[in-house]
């Protein structure tokens, strides 16, 4: 397939307007080949505060708007994001280096979460609850907790903002998000079909910049009533402390895993083991759901390594224009050393390297597949989060003694096990702690699901009737006969 352009031009979107000269920039850098693509403006100090005014005004138009006329401006919105599905997913392989197949998915997967939102918003019920007075009513209702600040990352940099925009839309609310200075473009193409599809100036506002800076200027204006955030859990701590801090602010917060995945030996270790392979490094193992601590038990251990190795070593890696290419870059230089970190410390640890370890000679972020076995549970790699394409193996003997490993640590985001037993399939399900679990399954999300974690991996859940509530805050009124 022929290279496409990467032609989108990107700015600061503030009530109603683009805004792109006279600002500081930053390069955007295509991870296949290191090339600067394009530059992405930074807000002032004044554009935040243009943008939080915007958010104001634009909170009172379109909490007053009712549920219907605000469903029909959000569908459309997802109309256009199906529509222009291409460009937003070429966007989004130029930028993150994700394979063309994966940005024209996760573009039209964004579109059918926007939607969902959009006819969800039309079901915020409250209710009428009988009360202790004749002639009264108690009535409990769901209101918009009002202007949101949103801050969403670069590794799935048009879903994670659509569902968080299309959530604190639907419920009433209006949006200053701060999306990923790597991933510009292709955020800003799903911002313009909002804009296009009729949404009132202010309602939705997009600004780059400096992340600290930005996130504490929105964050303390008392216009913020509630915070969203993507990312790592160092700074969802911060941030919700400067929340809490400054009016506290209700809170969404999705702070990355360590999912374990438990092989027990009665799996079908030939299927799963080529499922994984194919999974984990797809997209370079740049997802906070992605599998990342592999448990497998004793009588299969062998065999399942053998499998995910030989699979592994077929994938041929590539950027996301290049045919038969089943993997991608990462996304930036940083995961690179990041990822030698990762494998240098397990090795010194006592582990065994099957696969990899090292990046690859051409240009573009490449890192070479890796397979790391018999990793002891004191290596970095088993207790912090690799968020690259390495791959941990252990094995274990028991259920319950892979439960306790696999719960030992305080991250509770995704979790996947695979048996054939329906017994062993409760008692997993039963005793892992995380938010989302597939048993026999990685298919862990879905617009109508809850997306979230449990410990340090979050508070709250996006996607599903909970991504609604996150923006929403209950209001009781007693209302008697005068
Ligand atoms: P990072 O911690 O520097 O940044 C993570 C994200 O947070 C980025 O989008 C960044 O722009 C933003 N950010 C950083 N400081 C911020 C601040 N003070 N205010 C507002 N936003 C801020 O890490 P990174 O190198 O970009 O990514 C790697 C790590 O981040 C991973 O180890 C993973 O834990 C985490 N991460 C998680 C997810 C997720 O989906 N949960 C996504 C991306 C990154």
Known sequence: MQPRSYDFPTGLFINGEWRCEGRDTQPVVNPANEQVIGHVPLATQADL???LAAAAAGFATWSRMSAAARAAIIEKAAALMHERAELIGTLMSFEHGKLLADGLQEAHSSADIVKWFAEEGRRAYGRIVPGPLANSRQLVMKVPVGPVAAFTPWNFPVRIPARTVAAALAAGCSVVLKAAEETPACTAAMVRCFQDAGLPPGVLNLVFGVPAQVSEHLITSDVIKAVAFTGSIPVGKHLAGLAAANGLKKLVMELGGHAPVIVCDDADVERVATMLAKA???????????????YIQEAVYEAFVERFVQVASGLRLGSAFEVDVDASPMANARRLAAADAFVKDALEHGARLALGG???ERPGYFYAPTVLVDVPETARIMNEEPFGPVVPFSSFKTVEEVLARANRLN?????????????RALELSNGLEAGMIGINSMLVSGPEVPFGGVKESGIGSENGVEGLQAYLVTKFVQQAVS
Not at 280 to 294: H, L, V
Not at 411 to 423: I, K, P, V
């Open 280 to 294: 984990k490094f797809r997209q370079a193992g740049q997802a906070c759901i992605s599998p990342t601590r592999f």
């Open 411 to 423: 991250y509770g985001l995704a979790a996947y096990a695979f048996t054939g037993s329906d017994r």
């Open 49 to 51: 505060d243009d943008a």
């Open 358 to 360: 090292h990046r690859l």
